[in-house]
């Protein structure tokens, strides 16, 4: 059985005029910026970030490796797909963390899908990722970010409020899950 579930989301804004700090990852991580060979680790990494959050109840794409591959592919064929605002972070144990950008033709940078292995977060790596995509945003030309983040992911939205993202606007994502989920999710 199915029901019709609504997941209040929220799209934050962010000038890029203001002061930023420098991206800075632990010390057992590094960068590891975009190459179109890199696509199937970017999707592998997205899975396996959003797979059992509630997220991947919104985006159905993201509860599966096929989905999150479409995803990527269809990221990084659209207009305005900025890889200087695309990375992943590598650590000992392979990547841990990615985020997409792209860019409209106003010169509006959003942010895609950042996601951290759920094993690495509390680390500073979600920050330090979108750290270093606004800064790629910026040397492209960009002069606001937007991104939008479900209402109950709370973590993520006070890091955003911390770097200066400012909620703009609320929506009302409404999709079709099995009720077995939704009474699992506590939805």
Same mark, same amino acid.
Request: proline share 4%; with cysteine.
């Given at each position: ?23 800075? /990852? &632990?010390?057992?991580? =590094? ?5 179109? #060979? %890199? $696509?199937?680790?970017? !999707? ?72 951290? /292995? &759920?094993?690495?977060? =509390? ?5 330090? #990722? %979108? $750290?270093?995509?606004? !800064? ?52």
């Amino acid at each position: 059985m199915s029901k019709l579930t609504y997941f209040k989301r929220y799209r934050m804004e962010l000038d890029l005029r203001c002061d930023l700090p420098a991206p800075q /990852l &632990p010390g057992e991580f =590094g960068w590891i910026d975009w190459d179109d #060979l %890199l $696509l199937d680790i970017h !999707a592998e990494v997205k899975f396996l970030c959003f797979q059992q959050e509630v997220d991947s109840q919104v985006f159905p794409s993201l509860a599966y490796m096929d989905g999150c591959r479409d995803l990527m592919r269809s990221i990084r064929d659209r207009h305005g797909f900025c890889p200087a605002a695309t990375w992943l972070v590598g650590g000992h144990d392979g990547c841990v963390g990615t985020v997409q950008g792209v860019m409209d033709d106003e010169g509006y940078g959003a942010i895609q899908n950042l996601g951290v /292995l &759920p094993e690495h977060r =509390g680390r500073g790596l979600g920050r330090a #990722l %979108l $750290l270093k995509a606004l !800064a790629g945003f910026r040397a492209m030309g960009a002069r606001r970010t937007s991104l939008e983040v479900t209402a109950t992911n709370e973590a993520a939205i006070r890091m955003y409020r911390d770097l200066g993202y400012r909620c703009r606007r609320t929506t009302y994502r409404g999709v079709v899950v099995p009720e077995l989920i939704t009474l699992g999710m506590g939805i």
